[in-house]
């Protein structure tokens, strides 16, 4: 296997482009077995998710999880898929779809936008050579997570820099750490709140339910539990929410080892318990649907508030198409390709005389 990946063909009559990578967790291909075990033994396998020994993890894995949990994760993914396939696949390719008709709209016509998955397909790899085929000197990576974190963000870049380190010419590179505090990304998020709030009231209690890690990432430096706290804080301001009408917590636990806290099915254990009226979840981790939002909190979640003595359970949810947030996101790839925008590029005359010059000088 050769160490690069073969170069576009060049051209001298060409211009160079600017991309923008959308990167997101990823999906099976199909809500199977067959499907879920490939996926998994790659999502379980990256030390930025699960941080033990290697060792004992790999026979964990391979020996016990890889052997039960693909037919149990069918399941569920089998639940919330559609016709047209994965939600999470779906609201991503529509997202990187409108930033691209939007960015137009501001402008920008002539970006190459793109989206990937961490894990599954379409591959990071397979995306970064195909805009490189494109003609991409310039290259925004984009890690669809509004809180940065070393599982999420971290691991979507460490990928995409895999991938760069295959090829022979490679791009100019710029990152999006985080976007937790971006008022564009607040303003959608209430306002998606607000939509949902007209058509019934204004609930008891408003979940902000975010996506859980260890609690020892946190220990260990990761800043992801600030972030939570500072869009939940920001959210509820923005909806002029006193403390008492909203809480903050956090889903999706794996194993033994403790995790952030409060667990969102406690919670809302809790809150049925104590005969709350109406309750509504959103998930502010997530700018798209998928398996931790429409089966974990909108299925498993109802039925752990109504079971428990609850009244009425509504999921509020992720911004996905929502024009105010694709306008958003474009300003927050405008910002971040300052610089890039302003300096014009080389057309493709100047190019060929360029190269014309050069091998001249030979």
Known sequence: MPR?????AFRHDYTPKIGVLLMNLGTPDAPTPQALRPYLKQFLSDPRVIEIPRLPWW??????ILNTRPKQSAKKYASIWTKDGSPLLLHTRNMAKLLKG???E??????????AMRYGNPSIESVIGKMREQGVEKLLLLPLYPQYAASSSATALDEAFRALTRLRNMPEVRTVRHFHDDPGYIAALAAQVRKHWQYGQQPDKLVMS???VPRLTRDKGDPYHCECQKTGRLLAEALQLRPDQYVITFQSRFGRTEWLKPYTSEVL????????????????GFVGDCLETLE??????KETFLSNGGGEFRYIPCLNEDPQWITGLAAIVKNNLSGWLEKPAEDGRARAARAHDMGAAR
């Open 102 to 104: 939007q960015l137009g």
């Open 4 to 8: 690069y990946l073969p170069e576009p």
């Open 269 to 284: 254990a809790q809150l049925g318990k104590d005969k709350t009226g109406s309750v509504a979840v959103i998930c502010p």
């Open 296 to 301: 974990e909190i909108a299925m498993e979640g």
């Open 106 to 115: 501001m402008g920008l016509r002539d970006l190459v936008v793109d989206y």
């Open 210 to 212: 975010f996506h859980g």
């Open 59 to 64: 026979l964990i894995l391979n020996g016990i």
